[in-house]
């Protein structure tokens, strides 16, 4: 079973803060306690960012830790949610961690694939996760 430490925030996982600091970025899961309500999404651990250096016409690359911790996705839908009910009323998960960014891109892909988040129903007759695209390509038919 995953556990909730100190050092990464609201997150269960079975992965150590430094593992997840040592990886590119990881795929999650929320699940709203409540409905069962699902969403597969994934965060890069590190932020890249580009400063112009003056004199110079080379640009220089900065990496600096993301808003992991208290990440809590990035869909509208979602995170109004999240407002309206209180993060208390959802589990957040880390699935998987990854060392580059196209490994963190490309398991969530397939994990978001092999749940069938477009399309996946629930026994209320309701789509089982908020997802409603993947990859800004496919998108939800209903």
Known sequence: ?????????HWETDFT???IKESAGFVYLITNK?????????KYVWSRRTIKVPDRKNKKHLLQEADWRSYSGSSKDLTNWIKASGKADFNFEILSIHKTRSETNFAELQEQVDRRVLSAINDNGEFEYLNKNILGRFFRKR
Do not use: H, L, P
Request: no cysteine; aromatic share 4%; glycine share 14%.
């Open 17 to 19: 803060e430094d593992q």
């Open 34 to 42: 409540s409905t069962g309500q699902k969403y597969v999404g994934r």
């Open 1 to 9: 079973m995953a556990i909730t430490n100190k050092n990464t925030g």
